[in-house]
């Protein structure tokens, strides 16, 4: 049964930094995609972040050179370094693996609330 548990969230002032974390079990961790998605409030869930098995990144446009994914297999644990937060980036986070409907398994997800 797959797990995901996200953390790391929290309230935080424009311009600062949150680092988000999230455990999975119940599948082969390391040899699947791991995404960061958020969802604000009245909008859809976003792709933020992936990063593949070997170790490649992408980033949504709006993210690029503040967000930094990265992933520790042997602790079944993918990363979300934030820097340089904007309100904008108000939303709850969420991680998955591979490409997931909104009808697949979602955790619980960490809120990230950036005050201007």
């Known amino acids: 049964q797959v797990t995901l548990v996200e953390s790391g969230g929290g309230l935080v002032q424009a311009g600062g930094s949150l680092r988000l974390s999230c455990a999975a079990s119940g599948y082969i961790f390391s040899i699947n995609y791991m995404g960061w998605y958020r969802q604000a409030p009245g909008k859809q869930r976003e792709l933020v972040a992936g990063v593949s098995s070997g170790g490649n990144t992408h980033y949504a446009d709006s993210v690029k050179g503040r967000f930094t994914i990265s992933r520790d297999n042997a602790k079944r644990t993918v990363y979300l370094q934030m820097n340089s937060l904007k309100p904008e980036d108000t939303a709850v986070y969420y991680c998955?693996?591979?490409?997931?409907?909104?009808?697949?398994?979602w955790g619980q997800g960490t809120q990230v609330t950036v005050s201007s």
């Open positions: 998955n693996k591979g490409t997931p409907s909104e009808y697949d398994y």
